[in-house]
């Protein structure tokens, strides 16, 4: 019997991992894993993977209020299977979405895509637009996944990307208290200026 492949998960067991280490592993792409993120992202009333889908409606709602008009363009890191993406898209805004699993980037693409809104499958700390959009949004909590260095890395992506007064903001809107700590937008409405 050959131990040599369980030998490293032997070894790894009692390990504790460094802060924010990654495996090189494609997670997100893997068959089983990403098969089940899609169920729970489309389960309306679970909020494990997407929020529900009411509170995606209400985020949405505040999120367009704060760019203040229906027309702009929006990056959407970690796109998922593009649940906020229609619901931007369906408030007549142009959507890009990005993610790292294929499986819900080709869900988005099949439901959402149109001459309006592409989907694609990329890590969001590697896109290279500049100056195109007028917010991007990153929900449900993967900035703070993010070790430091990929934090001040998805900056400088957004302040390439977007064409005016890039800065990050917590939600913190009365009404979705849970927001709070668990749920960061990077908002670039404020002090928008006239196109």
Known sequence: MNISP???IVETIGSKPSAYATTGIPFWDDEHISKSMLALHLDPDVDSASRT???MDRSVDWIVSLLG???GKILDFGCGPGMYAKRFADKGLGITG???SRRSIAYAS???GDEKNEFIYQDYLTIDFEEE???A???YCDFGVLSPENRIA???VCEVSIWYNCHFREDSHEEECTFVSSHFHINFADRLREK
């Open 154 to 156: 998805l900056t400088r």
């Open 137 to 139: 949004t990153l929900i």
């Open 110 to 112: 099949e439901h959402f």
């Open 133 to 135: 959009f007028d917010l």
């Open 6 to 8: 369980y030998r490293k």
């Open 53 to 55: 889908h009411g509170f």
């Open 69 to 71: 008009r229906r027309d």
């Open 98 to 100: 990005i993610d790292f």
